[in-house]
C-alpha cells in the first residue's frame, strides 16, 4: 500500500456497509460524491499512467481508467482501499482486452498528443514518461505488471496479495525486471 494514500488507509472515508450511493440520504450521497469526485480528480492520470507502464497505448489506458472508474463510483460506498482496488481492476481490464485483440496490422501510429501546446514542465514529464515506456517495452506482460506495481509504491508482498500469485514470484519479476531495464539504460548510455 502506498504511504501517501489516505483513500488506501481509510482514514478519510468510512466504509457504507450494504449501502450504494442510491440508499444514502441526500446530505450522505452529496458528501460520497464529492469524495468520488475527488479521489477521481486526483487519481485517474496516475491509473491512465499506471496502465500505460503495463504496456497500454494511451488511448487503451485512458479508455480502461474511465471504465474501472465508472465501476468506482457504482460501488464507492463498499470499497475500502480506492487506489489498490482500482489498480487491480484495470489490470484485469487490461488482459482481457489484451487477450481477446488481434494482432493490429499497422506497424506504428503516432500519438497525437498536441505536445507544442504543452508548458515545458509538461514536456519534460511527458519526455520522462514516454522514455520510461520504451525501456520498459519489450519485458514481458507479468514483469512490467509488478514492476508497475513497485513504482506505484507497492511492496512485494503487497503486490502478491493484488495480484494473487506468490510473494517469491513477485520478487523474481520484479529482479528480472529491473535487471533488463539495468541492462537496456546501460546500453543507451553506452551508445550515446
Not at 503495463?54 to 479508455?63: K, S, V
Not at 514518461?129 to 509504491?153: C, F, I, K, Y
Request: charged residues 30%; glycine residues 8%.
Amino acid at each position: 500500500m502506498s504511504d501517501n494514500d489516505a483513500y488506501d488507509a481509510g482514514v478519510s472515508r468510512p466504509l457504507l456497509t450494504g449501502q450504494g450511493p442510491e440508499g444514502l440520504l441526500a446530505a450522505d450521497r452529496h458528501s460520497t460524491r464529492e469524495d468520488f469526485a475527488e479521489f477521481y480528480r486526483r487519481f485517474t492520470p496516475t491509473l491512465v499512467g499506471f496502465l500505460m507502464w503495463q504496456g497500454a497505448p494511451t488511448r487503451l489506458a485512458a479508455d480502461l481508467a474511465q471504465e474501472t472508474m465508472i465501476k468506482a463510483f457504482q460501488g464507492w460506498g463498499q470499497i475500502r482501499s480506492p487506489r489498490s482496488w482500482t489498480r487491480k481492476v484495470a489490470s484485469r481490464e487490461l488482459v482481457r482486452h489484451v487477450s481477446r485483440v488481434e494482432e493490429d496490422p499497422v506497424e506504428q501510429v503516432p500519438e497525437t498528443t498536441g505536445l507544442m501546446r504543452r508548458c515545458p514542465a509538461e514536456l519534460a514529464e511527458w519526455e520522462s514518461r514516454h522514455e520510461l515506456e520504451e525501456l520498459l517495452g519489450g519485458l514481458p506482460p507479468r514483469q512490467r505488471q509488478v514492476l508497475a506495481w513497485s513504482v506505484s509504491g507497492y511492496s512485494p508482498s503487497e503486490i502478491a496479495e493484488e495480484l494473487g500469485i506468490e510473494p517469491a514470484a513477485v520478487r523474481a519479476n520484479l529482479m528480472k525486471a529491473r535487471r533488463a531495464v539495468a541492462l537496456r539504460m546501460r546500453a543507451r548510455e553506452e551508445g550515446a
